[in-house]
Structure formats: structure tokens, C-alpha cells
């Protein structure tokens, strides 16, 4: 598989993921057909101090995604502000654990999904 095809895949399989997203609860469904990278708006550039880790700041924006209330921008804007750094996805064990950058984390676990 090329480059090019593995890009392809990646947009066509977001774009199917977003469609069959739920409004309420849900997250985009990806396939895996080779190494792509999507790299969003900055949330800064240059040099910045990280906020502190705020899990019950990171909760909330957890809870606002979950029901409807915001954006995915919004929402990655409200990880940052709590403090979040980065996160891992274990699609196996349907957890996603928030990491601050002092190494401090919370994990979410989130329900099977069936889609149409």
C-alpha cells in the first residue's frame, strides 16, 4: 500500500466515521489501512507552559462532548485547559486515559458501540 492510498483511506473512513457518529455519546469510527497522520489547528504555537492537570475541569469537558454541547474543537480546547497533554486509546479494553503533563491521569471507559 502507498502513501497516497493510505491518506485516501484515512479521509474516506473520517468521513464515514462522522456521518455514523451519534450526536449524543459518540466517537468517530476509523479503519486501519497504513500510517497517516491528521494534524488539527494548534491549540498553541512556540513556547508555553502547560496547564495544571484539572480533572474535574477534564470531566467536564467530557460530559459536554458526551451529551451534544460542544464541538470537537471545543472539546480538544477543554482537554488542553484541564491541563491534558496527551491520551491513549485502547480500543480493545474501550478506555481512553487523559495525561497532564506532570504525569497525573484519569480514564474513561466507554461503551460498546454497534453501528448501523
Given at each position: ?36 497522520v ?10 508555553a ?68
Amino acid at each position: 500500500m502507498n502513501d497516497t492510498d493510505a491518506i485516501s483511506r484515512l479521509q474516506a473512513a473520517r468521513e464515514r466515521g462522522a456521518a455514523a457518529r451519534p450526536r449524543v455519546g459518540g466517537f468517530p469510527c476509523l479503519t486501519e489501512h497504513g500510517n497517516a497522520v491528521v494534524q488539527g489547528e494548534p491549540l498553541v504555537t512556540g513556547f508555553a507552559v502547560a496547564p495544571p492537570f484539572a480533572r474535574a475541569g477534564l470531566i467536564a469537558a467530557l460530559r459536554a462532548d458526551q451529551s451534544g454541547e460542544t464541538t470537537f474543537r471545543e472539546f480538544v480546547r477543554g482537554r488542553w485547559a484541564a491541563g491534558i497533554v496527551r491520551y491513549d486509546v485502547d480500543t480493545a479494553a474501550r478506555t481512553c486515559t487523559y495525561y497532564g503533563a506532570d504525569g497525573a491521569s484519569y480514564t474513561e471507559d466507554y461503551p460498546a458501540v454497534v453501528l448501523p
